[in-house]
């Protein structure tokens, strides 16, 4: 007599944990944005020039800066646009080595009562959201500076007005001006808060 | 698992009965007779997604030029290997991809900027066409590629074409951790 036995023979090897029917791998993809400031070469903003020759350089040069017929002050004026980014939250700092425009020549000393030996400007940043004002008032030599908060990332053109006023002197207004060669410097500040 | 230990209880079921039919069975009594064994063994349709080499991160570094804020346009990381994957049937292969976004900067990004970055992934090696899945894309057709055999080999995951979402004239916000994730699915199909 013959019997059929189905003798099924189960011989199950466990498979490894990552077999299965579906499989996943996760890949993560990392990587940093630094806080970035920068400015680019400023350039004169077009149709902006009032009695000034133009940007040599980085130096605003000032075609009269006087009448010759009073030697007071003659208005002046230039905007300077510079391409930019900060793509944090930042400031922008304005500073004035001289707090206004003084002579060259520190030998200047002596002034004659009714002359004026300082002239002051101002200078007007615009940039992103931020616009302020900043006054170089030739009270006295010094630094002064202003920093404006910005409070979100900014990009595009950062634009420096400065404005001279007709007449202007640090002591009353449309005085002759002592003969010299005024001169400041301006520094524009993109930086951490 | 739970697949498996249920076809295990199913065998078992299945070897009590004739087991309990032959003990009913009377002695062989002639000088001859014979018995039959079957056997049966059971591959499940499975699928193992490889050995990864390295670390299994994409690290791109820095994203942007630091002169412009703008994407870099030399960015690149080095391939990974899914090493020694199979599946035991046809399958199918699934690449896709969440954009790289800014993890501490998560309000919307002023104007000029973004805080998101596409790229393409892609998966090679395992069908004749690579799956590629492109985060900045509305549908990414080629994401699943099918193969009708089993098969063993290695996959090799690429991340490329990087753009900066909303244009390329954007600049990225600061932040110290951008972040996306290609995820790899290889599929058993019974």
Known sequence: MRSLLLLPLLAVAAPAAAQSLTTVTTLPVTGSVPQVCAMQQGAIQSGSLVNVAGLDGDTLRIIQFVDPATLSVKAASATISFEAVCNFPHAVRVESSNNGLWPVDGRITQVPGGFAYAVPYTAQVTWGVANAQFSADAKTRRIAQQTINVEAPAAGQLNLRIEIAEGASNVENRAPVIAGTYVDTVRIFLEPR | MRRQAAIFSALLAALALPGS??????????????????????????????????????????????????????????NKLLVGSFCTSRSSITVSATPLEAQNYTAA??????????????????????????????????????????????????????????????????????????????????
Do not use: K
């Open chain 2, 21 to 78: 039919a032959l003990a009913a069975e009377a002695p062989a009594s002639g000088d001859t007779d014979s018995a039959t064994v079957g056997i049966i063994g059971t591959v499940p349709a499975m699928c193992f997604g490889g050995t990864l080499t390295g670390d299994g991160t994409f690290d791109l570094g820095v994203l942007v030029d630091l002169t412009t804020g703008q994407l870099r346009t030399d960015l690149s990381a080095p």
């Open chain 2, 109 to 190: 990004a002023p104007n000029g900027f973004s805080r998101v970055v596409h790229y393409q992934a892609s998966a090679a090696g395992w069908t004749a066409l690579p799956a590629t899945y492109n985060t900045g894309a509305a549908s990414n057709a080629a994401a699943t590629q099918s193969r009708s055999t089993a098969f063993t080999g290695d996959i090799t995951v690429a991340i490329s074409n990087f753009s900066t979402a909303g244009g390329a004239s954007l600049r990225l916000v600061g932040d110290p951790s951008y972040r996306g994730v290609v995820t790899v699915t290889l599929a058993a199909v019974n």
